[in-house]
């Protein structure tokens, strides 16, 4: 039998930016959008989808769910519905924690729900305590056995909803089921990440009646039936905001096409900070970077927060900044696993509980490096961008999951990066 092989990123570093560079579609909209077409029996399509792996997950998701789905990036349409089909399976769900999102569509639509319970991954626990509690405020009877959440009820009735903490993928998953419940249910303390007020956006094109998503406060009417719908997604900020670091710790010149300016204000602020300047430009941004870079703290916080998905870019950026920054991490307890690798590579870099204290040392020394989750693999990218030498990021299954041809898209400014297959696990 040949030998396992796994792909890895190759860069060489210490070149600058330049040219022009597409942003895509948001996964993190792209997914529960996506989820959201169980709500309905017919045929929907959406557009601007990006190529990743997590979109390949919840494909074969809804596969399974009885909605024949096909892919064809940018666009993916999900087949009408085959019956009845409830169970969200282990094997899935480990792959991807959005996966949750497929429990308040189908306890909605169905009355009955078997999802298995995603478990923890490698930046925290996540639990979806709330997701649940606020099925059962909608009506569900909610058990949990076997290492699967089951869901019951006749009909959703809408309710009264406080959640604990503001949730992106449980404010969602509960939009999706007051969809289709009786009445009107009024959910408080809301995420109000650009994702969520996407959905509701898609919703209200179903045809229930969302008012508020992207507030802290949404109230949603549910319809008997929801529509099938033809929806393009947003561009990805998180994409547009790592692309952005990259720019900034090399230097240079990109035009990044399609960046979500607005969704991006609270990256925005700290990067022009830290010296980068950022331009509408067309229908994207222009991303300059000449002087020197600044040290700037950032705290990770719920949107219009700093996003914890952007904090292991950001940290890359400040290896490269003339002073020390002090960033920290808010939302997930374990959310600093590149910066051993970002040490390997020469940063200097001292941890505190969340708190990291980033000494700017000028160029990183190139070394082979893996991560153990997207965005801390897209902070070696770039730490790898602004190194001396070569760099081997492993694990690109990681990056794959959240930025389609990472390496075609640097490449494309100038970058030296390339995929390649390296022998053994
Ligand atoms: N939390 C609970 N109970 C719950 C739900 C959440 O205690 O029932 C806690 C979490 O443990 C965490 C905090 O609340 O400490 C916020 O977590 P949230 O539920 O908002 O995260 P999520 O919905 O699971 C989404 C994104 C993540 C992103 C976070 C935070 C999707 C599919 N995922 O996750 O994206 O980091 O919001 O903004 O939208 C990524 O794209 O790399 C990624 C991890």
């Known amino acids: 039998m040949p030998p396992p092989s796994m792909d890895a990123i190759r860069i060489r570093g210490r070149r600058r930016l330049e040219g022009t560079l597409r942003v895509g579609g948001a996964k993190n ?33 809804l ?30 769900v480990r792959q991807m924690r959005a996966s949750v999102l497929v429990l308040g569509p189908l306890v909605a639509r169905f009355g009955e729900a078997r999802v298995s319970l995603p478990g923890g991954c490698a930046i925290g626990a996540r639990p979806v305590d709330q997701h649940l509690k606020g099925l059962e405020a909608l009506g569900a009877h909610i058990t949990v056995e076997h290492g699967y959440v089951y869901a019951k009820a006749p009909r959703l009735v809408g309710a009264e909803i406080v959640l604990d903490m503001p949730t992106v993928t449980g404010t969602e998953n509960l939009m999706m089921a007051a969809a289709l419940a009786k009445g009107r ?23 229930a009646k969302v008012d508020g998503a992207g507030t802290a406060i949404i109230h949603i009417t549910g319809a008997d039936e929801l ?11 998180i994409e547009a905001g790592t692309f952005m670091a990259a720019v900034g710790a090399t230097g240079g010149n990109v ?45 990770t916080a719920p949107h219009p927060g700093f996003p914890t998905d952007m904090q292991a870019q950001f940290m890359a950026l400040m290896t490269q900044c003339e002073g020390r920054a002090v960033l920290t991490e808010t939302i997930f307890e374990n959310r600093f696993m590149h910066v051993p690798e970002l040490q ?13 204290v ?20 897209a902070s070696l990218v770039i730490a790898g961008l602004v190194a001396e030498g070569e760099t081997i990021v492993r694990r690109v299954y990681h990056l794959d999951r ?5 390496e075609k898209k640097l490449g494309g400014v100038g970058a030296l990066i390339e995929r390649i297959q390296l022998e053994g696990p």
Request: glycine fraction near 10%; proline fraction near 7%.
């Open 344 to 356: 390997r590579m020469g940063a200097k870099i001292a941890i505190r509980n969340n708190t990291a």
């Open 255 to 299: 035009l990044l096409e399609d960046a979500p300016l607005d969704d991006l204000e609270p990256v925005a602020v700290k990067l022009r900070e830290a010296g980068v300047t950022l331009e509408r430009d067309g229908n994207g941004v222009r991303v300059v970077r000449e002087g020197p870079i600044l040290p700037v703290d950032v705290t």
């Open 29 to 61: 909209a792209a997914l529960p959008i996506l989820c959201a077409t169980l709500l309905s029996e017919g045929e929907s399509r959406l557009r601007n989808v990006p190529g990743l792996r997590d979109i390949g997950t919840t494909a074969a998701l």
């Open 185 to 207: 249910t009024t959910l408080i303390n809301c995420a109000r990440e650009p994702e969520v007020e996407e959905l509701g956006r898609v919703l209200n094109k179903m045809g």
């Open 402 to 406: 959240g930025y389609e041809s990472i």
């Open 358 to 377: 980033v000494e700017g040392v000028g160029p990183l020394s190139g070394a082979s490096v893996m991560a153990t989750d997207l965005r801390a693999s």
């Open 227 to 237: 529509a099938p719908f033809d929806h393009a997604i947003i561009a990805d900020r």
């Open 63 to 92: 596969d399974v769910l009885g909605r024949k789905t096909t892919v064809n990036i940018p666009e993916v349409r999900v087949g009408p519905a085959t019956g009845a089909f409830f169970e969200a399976p282990y094997e899935l």
